[in-house]
């Protein structure tokens, strides 16, 4: 069975930056993207990037392209997300999801508030 | 970027009513659109993939059409659990965009 166990809430001070992960179990976490979505309260969902983590690869969305930093660990079949310089704009759940969308994580709510 | 227009924004229907949900595309995507659906508080559940493949486990009333450059998702007979948030997404081209999402409740 194919799971994404994503780490806890988080609350962070504006101007700082957080990690989050999403631990993958079921599959080979080398063969398929790992993507990132996020979603603010009440508002839709938007792509971020997604990862390949065979090669550490990446694609960004071109507003996220300064904000977020993917990453990929083999050894523990973990990938990250790091958002830096956080806004309240950055406050939402962030999820990632694969190989085509067909697999979600529970979701991590990033909180941003001083 | 590929734009994603989804209609409507909300829609109130009957139980055992039809029901379409429609997206355009603003350039050609091929087949490579999803539906999606969220209720509150859950993560995105995909529900059609290749614009007209029923994902495993989504029940039959669910279906997928394309049309030019429109989508459409239809439940053909509207039950209380279909009450949620659609979302169409394109993955042919980076950035991949979703549309803004339609909200079904029940009338």
């Known amino acids: 069975e194919v799971l994404l166990q994503q780490s806890g809430a988080e609350l962070v001070r504006p101007g700082s930056s957080v990690k989050i992960s999403c631990k993958a179990s079921g599959y080979t976490f080398t063969d398929y993207y790992m993507h990132w979505v996020k979603q603010r309260p009440e508002q839709g969902l938007v792509w971020i990037g997604r990862i390949n983590p065979a090669n550490g690869n990446t694609v960004y969305a071109e507003k996220f392209k300064s904000k977020a930093t993917l990453t990929a660990d083999k050894s523990s079949n973990t990938a990250y997300m790091q958002l830096s310089s956080l806004t309240s704009e950055d406050t939402a759940t962030y999820f990632c999801?694969?190989?085509?969308?067909?697999?979600w994580g529970q979701g991590v709510m990033v909180t941003v508030s001083s | 970027d590929i734009q994603m227009t989804q209609s409507p924004s909300s829609l109130s229907a009957s139980l055992g009513d039809r029901v379409t949900i429609t997206c355009r595309a603003s350039q050609d995507i091929g087949n490579y659109l999803s539906w999606f659906q969220q209720k509150p508080g859950k993560s995105p559940r995909l529900m059609i993939y290749?614009?007209?493949n029923l994902e495993d486990g989504v029940p039959s009333r669910f279906s997928g059409s394309r049309s030019g450059s429109d989508y459409s998702l239809t439940i053909s007979s509207l039950e209380s659990e279909d009450t949620a948030i659609y979302y169409c997404l394109q993955y042919d081209k980076y950035p991949y965009t979703f549309g803004a999402g339609t909200k079904l409740e029940l009338k």
């Open positions: 999801t694969m190989p085509v969308f067909d697999y």
């Open positions: 290749g614009a007209t």
